[in-house]
């Protein structure tokens, strides 16, 4: 997998978000985005993701072909704080309703993932009785073992306690290979520690 940025921009109404930003980036790559609240981090994200179009520029995906960025969708996964879950689903509702949408990496089945994320105990729950760091674990799992060549993590350990950030570094840590990652994080230490490259958002304003 490819992803180049040509010159690619974003704004909202007269504010430049990010500009003249180009780069290529090949799988397997970990790229940590940087930058202050507020600074266009998450923006940049859905940009990458296909979910916002750039204002001007371009971004291009390759595999096997240049992939159209009204499907590239199906490439990727992305979690976010601001990314919710159906809540009206119990845990293997929610399985079987993302696994029909992509792949596990693995054909990994629901005991199994069950297992991965911890949450044995919560398999006849609906979602909307989990507690915020149980939502981010179900978020984060769905992500990070569907088996997608680009995975995108906005803020991963928000919501996380010590234990639930050592569960979340040896999950990712397992599951980079053949992959791009993209990390958006001003917690280095914690979220974005395997990442390779690093882009500051601020760098491109102009």
Do not use: H
């Not at 179009?53 to 990727?76: C, F, M, N, S, W």
């Not at 696994?99 to 990994?108: G, Q």
């Amino acid at each position: 997998m490819k992803i180049a940025l040509e010159n690619a921009g974003k704004k909202y109404n007269r504010e430049w978000i990010f500009r003249n930003l180009s780069l290529e980036i090949n799988s397997p790559s970990s790229i940590v985005i940087t930058g202050g609240n507020g600074s266009g981090k998450s923006t940049l994200l859905k940009s990458i993701s296909g979910f916002e179009t750039p204002t001007e520029g371009k971004i291009t995906y390759l595999e096997d072909q240049e992939i159209a960025p009204e499907k590239i969708y199906r490439k990727v996964s992305y979690t976010a704080p601001y990314i919710g879950v159906i809540e009206e689903y119990t845990m293997e509702e929610l399985f079987q309703f993302y696994s029909k949408l992509k792949p596990f990496r693995n054909e990994i089945n629901y005991p199994e993932f069950l297992a991965i994320i911890e949450l044995e105990k919560a398999k006849k729950k609906a979602i909307k009785d989990f507690s915020s760091g149980m939502k981010q674990r179900v978020k984060l799992g769905l992500a990070i073992l569907s088996d997608t060549p680009i995975l995108l993590l906005d803020e991963p350990t928000s919501n996380f306690d010590k234990n639930a950030i050592t569960w979340y570094q040896n999950l990712i840590r397992n599951n980079l290979d053949n992959r791009i990652v993209f990390v958006a994080s001003n917690n280095q230490q914690d979220e974005s520690f395997f990442c390779e490259k690093e882009i500051t958002i601020e760098a491109y304003k102009k």
